[in-house]
């Protein structure tokens, strides 16, 4: 099994962990990702996504749970980030 293959599994392994039963939605959550640029993606429950860089920091953007879940599960994280995030210059 490729990295990559490893790393998607794990992320969605740990956000299925952290839904319980019954329970809708999430309160808070940061996974951590394989990525050449991307350490990590958060989500919280006032519609935000952060996602924290290996060099360049932390930063937060307008975001969907459902987008949250596409980014955690994308093969390529930082090709999902330049699609879909729109960078503040």
Do not use: C
């Not at 429950?45 to 860089?53: C, H, N, R, Y």
């Amino acid at each position: 099994m490729a990295a990559r293959e490893l790393a998607k599994l794990l992320a969605v392994g740990l956000l299925k962990e952290s839904l319980k039963e019954g329970e809708e939605e999430l309160e808070d959550i940061t996974i951590p990702v394989s990525s050449s640029a991307i350490r990590s993606i958060g989500w919280r429950s006032d519609g935000v996504i952060t996602v924290e860089f290996l060099a360049r920091g932390t930063y937060s953007y307008a975001g969907t749970r459902e987008l949250f879940d596409a980014f955690v599960a994308a093969p390529s994280k930082g090709t999902f980030f330049n699609e879909h995030f729109q960078v503040r210059r």
